[in-house]
């Protein structure tokens, strides 16, 4: 591959005859921060972007957010705001010997026009050990100023000794209200938006907010869905975007839904009651519903947390793990592929023995409290931090059980008032029964055997 493939200097702004064949996204990709949406935690007034920009400063920067965020689109801006050299580069497409050529073109800017040059490479966690460390020595002498832009988290995926010579800005996830802003701009733009050199349309308001919805704040994704959806109301003839194309351009369908409304409580109630009554068919139906609809997945595994705790609890402990995982699973691998092991963990769920012993002992627990109050500890359970504390008889004939067979002693640990009071009662399925098991066994010691002097 050729250099001038690989590298492009974006310095200039594009040539307005060029606009026409580029896509939608590149043509609204904002020129300047009073036209950015979005990450006002760090290009809002006295934020860190803001200040750079405004000082005409820029520093080296590891930008680390979801797809869609703007990470280019803010490193094209601080870039232009500096008045430097940049210079876009794919990790995705290049190697160590693309990046020297990189720093002998970065030499030559300098020499010629005095200019810092801005390196930005998209991806960067697509590189090992042995490329990122190429970056050091020229990072280190200042000869590039490095923005590196990453969907994974910087600190497994960046080298330290690189990862400490830049500032890392966390972009977050783009609400719909931004999207929905991104979009009617779009809309409205008539020297760089959707109807650039064509006849406008009327967009219906709920086809935008369809693609706001179910776009994941991905900025460039709901743009170029839009783009696609004016091109299929084209395609009928229509004198309207509508809803249907917006559909038809995210090839999914709509589903009656409100994430804030009536539906979205029936439709999660329904899901967890499909999984408590082990119904996994049911379950997964509910699952995927919401996921169609536009529900955060997000909120979907932390009730599978949730249920795995409270309704299978005990009788399989490996259910809160597997759950666990899941939600992991989700922010590694995103949407649609972590569908997968959202699936598998909905059936499993589903499938589980159940148990609310834990959940139940748990209310016992906070019932009883609020009842008695805060009762004594007892003293041979208290700890003799101080000498006085010790006098007093703190910690005083506290026995303890790895200093006996079984590693375990009779001992009294309640306070006084409720002596030989059981708030848990295991069940009898899956693990629990050899939970269940162990502790009777100790409870009969318990009441059979007189505490030790």
């Known amino acids: 591959m050729k250099m001038d493939e690989l590298f492009e200097d974006q310095t200039e702004k594009p040539r307005e005859e060029s606009l ?17 949406f979005g990450q006002e935690h760090l290009v809002g007034k006295g934020r860190m972007l803001r200040q ?25 801006i601080l870039a232009q705001t500096s008045d430097a050299h940049f210079l876009s580069f794919s990790a995705v497409l290049s190697g160590v010997d693309d990046l020297r050529g990189a720093f002998k073109d970065a030499e030559r800017v300098k020499r010629s026009l005095n200019k810092q040059t801005v390196l930005f490479v998209d991806e960067i966690h697509r590189w090992n050990k042995a490329q990122q460390d ?47 802003e991104i979009l009617k701009r779009a809309v409205a733009d008539r ?5 650039l050199n064509q006849e406008p349309m009327e967009v219906e308001a709920e086809a935008v907010e369809y693609l706001a919805r179910l776009c994941e704040g991905d900025a460039r994704r709901a743009l ?37 409304g009536e539906e979205h409580y029936n439709l999660i ?34 009730r599978m947390i949730i249920f795995a705790a409270e309704d299978v609890g005990l009788a399989d402990p490996f259910a809160l793990q597997l759950a666990v995982a899941c939600e992991q699973a989700l922010e590694i691998a995103g949407l649609p592929e972590a569908m997968i092991p959202m699936s598998e963990t909905c059936v499993f769920l589903a499938s589980a023995l159940k148990s609310n012993s834990a959940n139940a002992a748990l209310n016992e627990v906070k019932a009883e409290i ?40 009779i001992e009294e640990y309640l306070p006084e008032e409720l002596r030989g009071r059981h708030f848990f009662k295991p069940g009898e399925l899956g693990k629990e029964a050899e939970l269940k098991k162990r502790v009777e066994e100790l409870r009969r010691k318990k009441t059979s055997e007189p505490r030790k002097k």
């Open 20 to 36: 026409e064949f580029s896509p939608l996204a590149e043509r609204m990709r904002p020129r300047r921060l009073e036209d950015f």
């Open 52 to 76: 750079l920009a405004e000082g005409n400063k820029i520093t080296n920067l590891i930008f680390w957010g979801p797809p869609g965020s703007g990470k280019t689109t803010l490193a094209r």
């Open 134 to 180: 190429g970056f050091l020595p020229y990072v280190e002498k200042g000869e590039i100023i490095l923005i590196g832009a990453t969907t994974e988290n910087p600190s497994f995926e960046v080298i330290a000794p690189l990862l400490s010579r830049c500032r890392v800005a966390v972009l977050k996830r783009l609400g719909e209200k931004e999207i929905s």
């Open 191 to 195: 020297e760089r938006g959707l109807f």
């Open 224 to 260: 170029n869905a839009l783009e696609l959806a004016a091109e299929l109301a084209r395609s009928e003839q229509a004198k309207k975007i509508s809803l249907g194309n917006a559909e038809e351009a995210l090839t999914s369908r709509t589903l009656l839904y409100d994430k804030t």
């Open 269 to 302: 109630s329904a899901f967890i009651k499909s999984m408590r009554g082990s119904d996994p068919d049911a379950a997964l139906y509910w699952m995927v519903r919401m996921l169609e609809a536009g529900e955060d997945a997000r909120f979907i595994c932390r």
């Open 370 to 409: 609020s009842e008695t109050g805060a009762l004594s500890v007892p003293q041979h359970l208290r700890n003799p931090e101080t000498a006085l504390m010790k006098q007093l008889g703190y910690g005083k004939g506290y026995q303890y059980p790895h200093d006996f067979p079984g590693h375990y002693v």
